[in-house]
């Protein structure tokens, strides 16, 4: 397998961005794995924020409930990174 259909096989990451009129920050990153599941979290990572869903859309909806701030999705893009480190 090389590293291209890695990348190619890889979930989609993407953030889920919050803005007021202070400014914004990231409240949450997501795995899309294109098989109908969607795993969030905080961006902190720990016990707290964790969402199973079936699209990124999905997910962006528990957070467009808050009125006070506007929630948008930033999908990131892909690339292949050579940085080859194995164990042998």
Same mark, same amino acid.
């Given at each position: 397998?090389?590293d291209?259909e890695v990348?190619a096989e ?7 961005v919050?803005?007021d @009129?202070?400014?914004?920050?990231v409240? %949450?990153?997501?795995?899309?794995? *294109?098989?109908?599941? #969607? ?7 720990g016990?707290?924020?964790?969402i ?11 957070? @467009? ?5 506007r %929630?948008?999705?930033?999908?990131? *893009?892909?690339?292949v #990174?050579?940085?080859?480190?194995s164990?042998?």
């Amino acid at each position: 397998m090389d590293d291209r259909e890695v990348v190619a096989e890889a979930p989609r990451l993407f953030a889920i961005v919050q803005e007021d @009129a202070g400014g914004g920050w990231v409240a %949450a990153w997501g795995l899309d794995f *294109g098989d109908g599941s #969607v795993e969030v979290m905080a961006p902190e990572g720990g016990p707290g924020l964790r969402i199973s869903t079936t699209s990124a859309e999905r997910a962006l909806w528990y957070f @467009a409930i808050d009125k006070a701030a506007r %929630a948008r999705l930033v999908w990131l *893009g892909r690339e292949v #990174v050579r940085e080859h480190q194995s164990v042998t």
